[in-house]
T-cell receptor, first 115, second 115 residues
Framework: AQSVAQPEDQVNVAEGNPLTVKCTYS??????LFWYVQYPNRGLQFLLK??????LVKGSYGFEAEFNKSQTSFHLKKPSALVSDSALYFC?????????????FGSGTRLQVQP | GAGVSQSPSNKVTEKGKDVELRCDPI?????LYWYRQSLGQGLEFLIY????????KSGLPSDRFSAERTGGSVSTLTIQRTQQEDSAVYLC?????????????FGPGTRLTVT
């Protein structure tokens, strides 16, 4: 079985400060890992993914995420937060070693960036 | 280009009635997914179509739920004998295959309310 945990329902950060949104995963094989973002009144958008290679992956809007196999984590980061980053963020996983192609999503973390 | 579209955007139905939700994926996308998002919950996978392969129905919560994808394009999700717990936002997503399989493009969703 594959699962994702986002331990924080909400993260608050001041504009200009670095932000981290946490994600841990559980798979029996090797993971594909994803971050999606849902802006207010807009559909979910793909942000970035990790498949293989460098543990630090870069995505849209200045976001990056670090894959840590020993900690089974894939935290989303940004060096300097913007008010416009305020949104709902979802981490997702897919087990590469099973036949299942669909993603399992976490419950989401609401990011609030204060001016 | 055009994104994923879903109709209707909102549906209110009485308990026990059947409903049909429609999804038009992005042209050329071979993979199509249905999810539902309940208030305060993450995305719950329902069903996945990929080309001409048999769909992955492992997420359908009961036999009242079914989906089809005609001609490899438009998909319809049908819920029979709706129950109040079926109230949620139903999201459709599509993606290319291969390495971009899980870079999903989401539609705006259909908000289903069962009274």
């Amino acid at each position: 079985a594959q699962s994702v945990a986002q331990p924080e329902d909400q993260v608050n950060v001041a504009e200009g400060n670095p932000l981290t949104v946490k994600c841990t995963y559980s798979v029996s094989g090797n993971p594909y890992l994803f971050w999606y973002v849902q802006y207010p009144n807009r559909g979910l958008q793909f942000l970035l993914k990790y498949i293989t290679g460098d543990n630090l992956v870069k995505g849209s809007y200045g976001f990056e995420a670090e894959f840590n196999k020993s900690q089974t984590s894939f935290h989303l980061k940004k060096p300097s937060a913007l008010v416009s980053d305020s949104a709902l963020y979802f981490c997702a996983v897919r087990d590469m070693d099973t036949g299942r192609r669909a993603l399992t999503f976490g419950s989401g973390t609401r990011l609030q960036v204060q001016p | 280009g055009a994104g994923v579209s879903q109709s209707p955007s909102n549906k209110v139905t009485e308990k026990g009635k059947d409903v049909e939700l429609r999804c038009d994926p992005i042209s050329g996308h071979t993979a199509l997914y249905w999810y539902r998002q309940s208030l305060g919950q993450g995305l719950e996978f329902l069903i996945y179509f990929q080309g001409n392969s048999a769909p992955d129905k492992s997420g359908l919560p009961s036999d009242r739920f079914s989906a089809e994808r005609t001609g490899g394009s438009v998909s319809t999700l049908t819920i029979q004998r709706t129950q109040q717990e079926d109230s949620a936002v139903y999201l459709c997503a599509s993606s290319l295959g291969g390495e971009r399989l899980n870079e999903q493009y989401f539609g705006p969703g259909t908000r289903l309310t069962v009274t």
